[in-house]
């Protein structure tokens, strides 16, 4: 009886947080299509013409894993919550080089869920949300923490359960809050001129 995906996975994570650079070359392909599945939705996203593609998205959160040193992986629900919070940056990074800063500007605005909206108005903006973000973690990291698996990582609720170590429950309450939250939050900055 083989092992599972899952736990073959975590045992090459494993391996590679301890140094065996091999484990990391069997790794790649088991997580290249997960990673291609987060970068496209998050790029669908994006304004048209958007210069930053899907494959560059995959290959800088590639660059940034290979250089991390010292990471304890737990199991595959760590992993992409780490991937999540790298494309975090990356795509926030990404909008702020390219002046997205500005308000009115052309910057395209994006939903936290399709299926579960924030508010009648559908979109936000990625660096808006950022900034809420890290607010929302300042008051509530478990929160902010759901909001970054589901949202960046794509994780379901039960896999943002399982990284979080909390019931899927907790999550889905977590998510619902923070979604709130985090419309009003950017709700009063755009009347306060952010």
């Not at 609720?157 to 923070?178: C, F, G, M, Q, Y």
Request: with cysteine.
């Amino acid at each position: 009886m083989g092992t599972s995906p899952s736990r073959d996975m975590t045992q090459l994570l494993r391996a590679w947080g301890a140094g065996d650079e091999h484990a990391l070359e069997r790794l790649t392909p088991l997580v290249y299509s997960e990673l291609r599945k987060a970068a496209k939705r998050h790029m669908a996203r994006e304004r048209v013409g958007h210069t930053l593609q899907t494959t560059a998205l995959i290959n800088e959160v590639y660059l940034r894993l290979v250089s991390l040193d010292g990471v304890s992986w737990q199991d595959r629900a760590h992993f992409f919550a780490i991937c999540a919070r790298m494309m975090r940056r990356i795509l926030t990074d990404y909008a702020r080089s390219r002046s997205y800063l500005k308000r009115g500007g052309d910057a395209r605005r994006i939903t936290l869920d399709e299926a579960l909206m924030v508010s009648p108005d559908p979109s936000l903006d990625l660096v808006a949300l950022e900034a809420a973000l890290n607010k929302l973690a300042a008051v509530d990291s478990r929160k902010s923490s759901v909001v970054e698996l589901r949202f960046f990582g794509g994780l379901s609720i039960k896999e943002t359960a399982a990284v979080l170590k909390v019931s899927a429950d907790t999550v889905t309450r977590d998510w619902n809050l923070a979604k709130a939250w985090l419309m009003r939050e950017m709700d009063g900055e755009r009347r306060d001129g952010f």
